[in-house]
RNA sequence: GCGGAUAUGGCGUAAUUGGUAGCCGCGCCAGAUUUAGGAUCUGGUGCCGAAAGGCGUGAGGGUUCGAGUCCCCCUAUCCGCACCA
């Protein structure tokens, strides 16, 4: 029988699915092994080669640890939810749902091609009521909790209310959006609404204002990459910035769990130094400035305003202050006669985005009439207004210092405002001086301390005088969690006097209703405002239901909990499973959801471990993140004004086009001719001009896309070369973590790999053909050296080297003729977790009976491995000259003698003397002449 | 600007972690077989050189008997973050 690798494959895997193979249960006597793909949002386009790579990864890690023992669990599902459903609804009219069923069960019927060994039964899709239920119960919870700073956890908000009732919340350290300060007597005069809207400051799921882009045409808020030079992409209608009421989760209270957190991860370098980045610790203080009085008004609380600083140290060098123009100080500072003048300034910051303001740095800004008293020095210095501060950072306000800071630096220089060096020799002529080191000067008692000694006495200072206090702050932001989107999870939210209040649980799910168009509605309500009956009942009254959507990150912050027990309708994941399945060990999945997904799904599962329901702190123990496959595009050249293409060799000598040619009809560079004339209409009558008889392509690595004709469909390879070349060929391509483009040249090798390897099990006739003969020795340690390779090689990730000692296996396994059974059979096991058809459908014809997938993973022996003679090269002054054969428990005395020995060392020595013998036992042998 | 990563034949890559650089595959060359090959098999293939030999891991320097690997300093490319005070 020839490799027929489409018979054996769909044998194969019709054969695993008819007996549920791979159906993973709780068993308690093996060790757990959970293996996770981040799984994909299914889109219109299928799958291309690039998708699987990980997959292959995980596939190939769940299947070796299965044949470890472990007790592997190794799920897929679906991220259903999203906007591209959506448009493609708004555009045709069809329900977003058939249109994501449909991609699913494409992507189905692509992954199933593979040979993936998930475990289906336990498939999950965000979309589906079953399992948004618990996305919505989680939200709950949520608005259900407060952060408390001093336990460092999320606890029940009940217990709060019953501290406010005896005490007040004068006592607390709670995270909260605005600090408030309120007895028990004036928490238990407060109305109901009062209350509620006092709780909603501490809620770990909150509502509150917040800044958006929003777009009045289309009434809806717009994302920051749909607005460019403040008009919508779409229809071009102009956007402004608005406070708008949203709801937001509280990340921001868990920053500093989430930055200790990755020191207990193995995840890479780069992406824990992306999360450590964006949650954005920088120790500081804060200090009060006192506003200059005359100019005030008569409010005596506002007679101060808190700036945020790193660098307590240069409050000597302080020559004016900024405020961000959303600024709540603004109001308070700003004199009569310059109220105009910054109404006008303000209004202008308006119609940008915060992205625009940051890609445009021109330097703009206005003085508010307004000054601020240095605490240390009792200087006088002016306030401005400039949008180079930010309102959403630190205090949106600051105290510059442009000596020693390049935006202050450069508005100082453009407003002509004084500038004060601070430490001893640095030259600030040209620019700020803004390293944290020297000795400070003009800075009163900081005087000839280094920086880092003055920051530390600055801030004591403050700390002892009360002029402020030490503080961390972070730059994560608390996340926003609505959407006016249809395609989402609707929020289990009814309002009742106009304040939110969460639906009983046993009501969940809140399906999503049906609506007759997926826009928003006439008076600029989300599209949920068209369902009819969006109401909640209780005590025999009818409330309004929440009408916007959950975004894209609320159905996959805890998938991978609900695949350890996705049936079950009482909770999210039963303890019995979580205490088994406990978190990921592995995840694998790309490097763009480091400050998405990866922080939003760290912070939910720390949020569930506060509420007590899941057993880990952290959901991912270690991360793989796998390289991008790029597109490698194919180019023809039409001379201009003709139908004639001309070959890559020749372009030169015309005047041409380049033009992309689908890669499908390309193959090592070569342009297939006939099929290049039936691709489109305008080529059928296109002439050639070819170098030595064919038509050479360029090339070019771009992004995979339709529109660049460079997408390879993994069907189509599946076809000529079966899934087992595939996931070998895309495993050999380099190493798992680099981007690199696909390139189907090659992929021949790794094939004709998989025909000798079959080959190898059969004789010249074609006939299966394995003898039982014992192996010898040299078979034994072809083996064993392979096994030994293979083993580490997964461990470590290096699947690509693992493929090459294969290869190597095969090859000299070929050349000694060698088909013994001893030597394939466990060969065949250690093979298949790459190739699993090729490896099943051998495994059952040396007679095994049950599936491959339960054997065990053979175990090499070190023995084996060692020779009784060492290959020495010797090396005069370092250069390697020839090698000697020594026994390898030769003593120095015997490996020198035997180099001497060599009449080879005699011509390099070339009479000298030995200055220094170097021997590294069983390494090398260095002589320095 | 800050941070991270990478740099090795014509190409994708490998190197027991400081010990013979270039494994494996592609491509190329030669040969065998074949009516034919975009099939199969065998051998060769870093560069210069007829050879002896010399040179060689982005550039330059250093440590070492010995450096692709460690240190310093450039350069280029890719990826994050980016007015975060």
Not at 31 to 43: E, I, Q, R, T, W
Not at 381 to 408: E, F, K, N
Not at 711 to 724: E, L, M, Q, R, W
């Amino acid at each position: 029988m020839e490799y027929n690798f489409l018979r054996i494959e769909e044998k194969w895997q019709k054969s695993w699915m008819q007996n549920r193979v791979y159906k993973t249960e709780i068993d308690p006597d093996k060790p757990k092994f959970y293996v996770l793909d981040m799984f994909p949002y299914p889109s219109g386009a299928g799958l291309h080669v690039g998708h699987p790579l990980g997959y292959i990864a995980s596939d190939i890690y769940s299947r070796y640890k299965r044949l470890k023992g472990f007790n592997v669990l190794h799920p897929m599902g679906y991220d259903a939810f999203g906007l591209p459903a959506e448009q493609y609804a708004i555009e045709t009219g069809q329900h977003p749902e058939v249109t994501t069923e449909k991609n699913i069960e494409r992507y189905r019927e692509q992954l199933d091609k593979l040979g993936f060994c998930f475990d289906w039964d336990r498939e999950v899709k965000t979309c589906s009521p079953e399992y948004y239920k618990w996305t919505q119960w989680a939200f709950i919870q949520m608005f259900q909790s407060y952060y408390c700073r001093d336990a460092q956890q999320s606890r029940p908000i009940a217990e709060l209310i019953q501290v406010f009732e005896t005490e007040g919340n004068q006592r607390l350290n709670i995270a909260c959006t605005e600090e408030i300060r309120f007895t028990a007597t004036e928490w238990k005069s407060k109305s109901e609404k009062e209350q509620q809207e006092i709780l909603m400051n501490y809620r770990i799921a909150y509502l509150a204002d917040t800044m958006v882009n929003w777009c009045p045409q289309l009434g809806t808020v717009l994302a920051n990459d749909e607005v460019v030079n403040g008009l919508s992409v779409r229809g071009g209608y102009p956007v402004e910035q608005r406070k708008m009421r949203q709801w937001s989760l509280r990340v921001s209270a868990y920053a500093q769990r989430l930055l200790d957190g990755l020191e207990t991860i193995e995840w890479s370098e780069s992406l824990k130094e992306t999360q450590k980045n964006w949650i954005g610790r920088s120790e500081g203080a804060e200090i009060r400035f006192q506003l200059a009085g005359e100019l005030c008004n008569n409010d005596l609380d506002s007679h101060f305003m808190t700036v945020f600083t790193t660098r307590a140290d240069t409050i000597f060098g302080v020559t004016f202050m900024v405020l961000a123009p959303e600024s709540n100080y603004v109001a308070q500072v700003v004199t009569p006669d310059c109220k105009a003048e910054v109404d006008a300034y303000i209004a202008s910051t308006k119609r940008r985005t915060e992205r625009e303001r940051i890609a445009d740095r021109k330097v703009s800004g206005v003085f508010s009439g307004g000054y601020a008293i240095n605490p240390f020095s009792g200087e006088k210095v002016p306030v401005w207004i400039s949008d180079y501060v930010l309102a959403g950072y630190g205090t949106g306000a600051i105290m510059a210092v442009p000596a020693h800071d390049s935006r202050d630096y450069l508005f100082a220089k453009h407003f002509d405002l004084p500038i004060i060096p601070l430490i001893e020799g640095c030259d600030i002529s040209k620019e700020s001086f803004d390293a944290k080191e020297g000795i400070m000067c003009n800075s009163g008692f900081l005087n000839g301390l280094t920086v880092p000694e003055a920051i530390q006495k600055a801030k004591e200072y403050v700390r002892n005088n009360n002029l402020g206090e030490i503080k961390v702050n972070y730059r994560l932001r608390d996340a926003i969690f609505s959407r006016q989107r249809y395609w989402g999870e609707p929020f289990p939210i009814y309002y009742r006097d106009g304040m939110p209040y969460t639906v009983a649980l046993e009501d969940l799910p809140i399906e999503l209703p049906e609506v007759d168009k997926f826009l928003p509605t006439e008076t600029g309500e989300p599209p949920l405002g068209r369902a009819k009956n969006w109401f909640y009942d209780s005590e025999n009254k009818k409330y309004p239901l929440e009408l916007n959507t959950m975004p894209g990150f609320a159905g996959s912050s805890a998938y991978y909990l609900r695949y350890m027990d996705p049936h079950n309708s009482e909770s999210l994941v039963s303890s019995e499973a979580n205490q088994y399945w406990r978190n990921v060990d592995l995840y694998i999945g790309g490097t763009e959801h480091a400050t998405g997904h990866l922080i939003y799904s760290r912070f939910w599962n720390k949020f569930l471990y506060d509420l007590g329901v899941i057993a880990e702190d952290e959901p991912f123990k270690k991360l793989v993140n796998q390289g991008m496959i790029q597109g490698r595009s194919n180019f023809v050249y039409r001379i201009n004004g003709t139908n004639t293409f001309v070959s890559l060799g020749l372009k030169d000598e015309y005047d041409t086009t380049e033009l992309h040619v689908d890669v499908n009809i390309v193959n090592n560079d070569i342009l297939d001719l006939k099929r290049f004339k039936a691709w489109k209409p305008e080529y059928e009558t296109a002439e050639f001009i070819l170098e030595d008889g064919e038509y050479r392509c360029g090339y070019g690595v771009e992004k995979m896309s339709k529109s660049l004709y460079n997408v390879v469909n993994p069907d189509d390879i599946v076809v000529t070369y079966g899934a087992d070349t595939l996931r070998l060929y895309e495993m050999f391509l380099g190493p798992l973590e680099q981007s690199k483009p696909w390139d189907t040249k090659g992929i021949d090798g790794v094939h004709r790999f998989l025909r000798k390897f079959w080959r190898l099990f059969h004789n010249d006739e074609h006939e299966f053909y394995v003898s039982d003969d014992a192996p010898l020795q040299s078979e034994l340690k072809i083996l064993h050296k392979t096994i030994k390779k293979v083993q580490s090689d997964i461990e470590s990730f290096s699947f690509n080297t693992s493929v090459s000692a294969f290869m190597i296996c095969v090859n000299e396994l070929g050349a000694l003729k060698c088909n013994k059974r001893q030597i394939l059979q466990p060969l065949t096991i250690i093979i298949s977790p790459f190739a699993p058809h090729i490896g099943e459908e051998l495994w059952r014809l040396l007679g095994n009976k049950t599936s491959i997938v339960d054997a065990s993973f053979p175990e090499y022996d070190d023995n084996l491995l060692v020779e009784n003679l060492i290959e020495y090269p010797v090396s005069f002054n370092g250069k390697t000259r020839f090698t000697v054969q020594i026994a390898i428990d030769a003593s120095e005395e015997t490996i020198k003698q035997t180099v001497f020995d060599n009449p080879q060392t005699q011509k390099f020595m070339n009479g000298k003397e030995a200055k220094k013998i170097i021997i590294v036992k069983g390494k090398i042998v260095n002589i320095v002449i």
